[in-house]
């Protein structure tokens, strides 16, 4: 059962930052955009033997991703 929690969690937390980031850059950036974003980081991370951190370094990855794709389109 331990082998199934990192999963479910990064399932959580995936789902909790897409909300996130779909509201946060709800002005500049359409829903798909912000889904694009989020799969390209968490992909950075597919090989990783440590998943603890993969949410937080995604969403760090995503949210400048998106901030660039808005700077670009200004």
Known sequence: MAAETP???????????????????ADDCKPEQVIEAIDRAWKAFEKAPVRDFVPLLAARIA??????LIADHK
């Open 7 to 25: 999963g479910v969690f990064e399932q959580q937390a995936r789902a909790q930052l897409t909300d996130q980031l779909t509201s946060a850059f």
């Open 63 to 68: 949210r400048e991703d998106l901030r660039r």
